[in-house]
């Protein structure tokens, strides 16, 4: 309430504290490593659409890796956002040139010569143009610097006599004005020229050589080759991704939920036998969930495997998968799912059909069931249909050979009549019926994650605070506000909270620890539906009609 002031003096008023709320966490954040034609490599980039993933990465071609369809797939099948970590071999270089910057200034005799780096490694620069320049009729306190993309010739008309046109002007890909000289009205020094252009260009760096007195010219990128990844390499780099010391990975400082990484599939088994157990351990260090993709088909003509899997329905198919998932399938893996088979897409590129790895489609699903719902809804079942698959590579698996994988803990992708292709299973790599996991089941180990990550990030308030009856007190109010929110969206059965004296003795206080305890009982999928049907033999008696 407002006091209007009458006297001088000291004047009180009272308003309530505001409560901490806890900040429900993100769920359906992706992260993808992969191998793209372009982009940067020093750090982890958010996109949050194809088009822009594209824009920074490169666009798809036929060379394109299945990491690249992966993250189409995530978006058109409902993913909002993912950060994106490009892997380039150990002796890839950008391309480069050099050109000279001349000053238009009359009293200014030298220009600079200055060498172009490309933003990142690859061939994709190749051909770019560069130069910087007074435009005609411009302000000569200005020049204009240009990237533009390769010139392009159109072919030489099979008649001679024919005139060939002009080549079309393309547009250059970006275009800003540097000044030429500083504040005081003298010529900018190299280290203020280059940084002006670095700062503002997304396509290249340049540095200055030395000075020059020769007439301004455009340098064209060039002298780069892309240098190929093998199978291994390509394993270890994602390895030292997740590396134990986290501030130095580029993913570990972002919030990610979800986690694919679809060129592992292609590799040798004893390779993704390296590589998937340390993805699972960094997301358990991140709260995140892995989408493991199976080992390709016979039918994606692949040759940098030793393993394929399909018709899981005969013998040979499924003692194939068992050999692959034997040391997969654990009680202590529990962050992370596989689904099989691989899925076919039309390939954008071609326009013909391609077996491409189920994640990037599944985490999509995730995701758009998260935002419809919430991570505690399975992301299965008839409304979990998968956008742009027109198939599936494994046409043996029947309810049969489907019951069997799933009590080992190997989620199913399905085709039925009038829902098409769908996901079917939600079963963690510890889903094992013989294993009796409490995390046997997807949304129960995300639902985990998502309450985890959501006190951890709405609690950190309480961090210096007096510990003792007021703060214990206060984290219960928030922390059951938080948790009956979760019960009322149906996403909760029931909860405990305990913050108190009985779970903060003197000793921990002494030490500045306070220790929060929750207890929630998760819903779980109704994996099997029982339908009894009786039949009844009704008999009526009564009259006959009248005579």
């Known amino acids: 309430m407002a006091v209007t002031p009458t006297y001088p003096g000291v004047y009180i008023t009272e308003s309530a504290a505001v409560p901490h709320t806890v900040i429900p966490a993100t769920t359906n954040l992706t992260a993808f490593i992969g191998v793209f034609p372009q ?322 489609t599944v985490a999509g699903v995730y995701a758009a069931t998260d935002t419809a719902i919430g991570p505690w809804k399975a992301a299965a079942g008839t409304d979990s249909g998968m956008a742009g698959v027109t198939g599936l590579a494994d046409p043996t698996i029947t309810d049969t050979v489907n019951g069997q994988l799933n009590q080992t803990g190997v989620n199913c992708l399905r085709t039925f009549p009038l829902y098409g292709s769908i996901v079917w299973g939600a079963r963690t790599l510890a889903g094992s019926d013989l294993g009796q996991s409490v995390y046997k089941y997807v949304p129960v180990r995300r639902m985990a994650n998502f309450i985890e990550l959501s006190l951890q990030q709405s609690l950190r308030w309480a961090v210096f605070e007096l510990n003792g009856d007021g703060l214990w007190s206060s984290i219960r109010v928030e922390v059951d506000t938080f948790m009956a929110g979760l019960v009322a969206q149906g996403g909760l059965v029931a909860y405990t909270i305990a913050c108190d004296a009985t779970t903060t003795s003197p000793t921990d206080q002494l030490n500045g620890v306070v220790n929060v305890n929750v207890t929630f009982v998760p819903f779980r999928p109704a994996e099997f539906v029982f339908v009894n049907v009786t039949v009844a033999l009704t008999i009526s008696v009564g009259a006959g009609p009248p005579a």
């Open 39 to 360: 982009g940067p490599i020093s750090e982890a980039v958010f996109v949050s659409s194809t088009s822009q993933f594209e824009s920074v990465f490169g666009k798809l071609s036929v060379s394109s890796s299945y990491a690249a369809y992966a993250i189409e797939q995530f978006f058109l099948n409902g993913g909002i956002g993912a950060w994106v970590v490009r892997v380039v071999a150990s002796g890839a270089s950008p391309s480069t040139a050099t050109f000279v910057a001349k000053n238009p200034d009359p009293n200014v005799q030298a220009g600079y010569e200055l060498t172009v780096n490309a933003s990142s490694p690859g061939s994709w620069a190749n051909g770019l143009q560069v130069a910087l320049a007074t435009p005609q009729g411009g302000n000569p306190a200005f020049g204009t610097f240009t990237v533009s993309p390769k010139a392009t010739k159109p072919p030489a008309p099979a008649n001679p006599q024919i005139k060939v046109p002009a080549a079309p002007s393309t547009p250059p890909l970006e275009s800003f004005s540097v000044p030429w000289n500083g504040p005081d009205g003298k010529p900018l020094d190299t280290n203020a020229l280059t940084g002006l252009i670095n700062n503002q260009s997304s396509y290249i760096t340049v540095t200055t050589v030395a000075t020059s007195t020769a007439a301004g010219s455009t340098g064209t990128l060039s002298d780069t080759q892309d240098v190929a990844l093998t199978g291994d390499d390509l394993a270890n780099a994602i390895v030292a991704e997740f590396g134990d010391n986290e501030p130095l990975t580029l993913l570990a400082p972002n919030e990610f939920n979800l986690m694919c990484l679809p060129d592992v599939a292609t590799m040798n088994l004893a390779t993704q036998q390296t590589v998937i157990p340390a993805a699972l351990q960094f997301c358990q260090r991140n709260h995140a969930f892995l989408i493991v993709d199976p080992p390709p088909p016979s039918a994606a003509n692949l040759t940098g495997t030793n393993i394929h899997v399909d018709k899981v329905g005969t013998t040979d198919g499924m003692t194939n998968l068992n050999k692959w998932t034997a040391p997969l399938l654990m009680p202590e893996n529990i962050w992370g799912a596989v689904y099989y088979p691989w899925v076919q897409v039309t390939d954008r590129v071609t326009m013909q059909p391609r077996w491409f790895p189920p994640s990037g």
